[in-house]
């Protein structure tokens, strides 16, 4: 089993950046598919970007593409996702995720999951 704990979260004005961290211990994060999701206030829990174990493959979900990069670093059994030119709609608690199975935007396909860390963009 791999616990997973975020890091980075914080409060930034519009158009500003931030980078989270997702740090694996337990098991080699290098043998799964990692995600980030997000969980806004009254909504449901969405999709917003995954690496694939080798790091060779990236997705992104619309409303991010362009503005967040994902990343990996198996040598050091973490993830991370810089996010700039960040929006208000931006705001949501951020969720580090990762599985064995294919590539999914379900969060209910996703095994292991961390705490989340809050990300709050004002305007």
């Known amino acids: 089993q791999v616990q997973l704990v975020e890091s980075g979260g914080g409060l930034v004005q519009a158009g500003g950046s931030l980078r989270l961290s997702c740090a694996a211990s337990g098991r080699t994060l290098s043998n799964y598919r990692v995600g980030w999701f997000r969980q806004a206030p009254g909504k449901e829990r969405e999709f917003v970007t995954a690496i694939s174990a080798s790091g060779k493959t990236t997705y992104y979900a619309d409303s991010v593409k362009g503005r967040f990069t994902i990343s990996r670093d198996n040598a050091k059994n973490t993830v991370s996702l810089q996010m700039n030119s960040l929006k208000p709609e931006d705001t949501a608690a951020y969720y580090c995720?990762?599985?064995?199975?294919?590539?999914?935007?379900?969060?209910?396909?996703?095994?292991?999951w961390g705490q989340g860390t809050q990300v709050t963009v004002s305007s």
């Open positions: 995720a990762a599985t064995t199975r294919s590539q999914s935007t379900d969060d209910a396909r996703w095994d292991y």
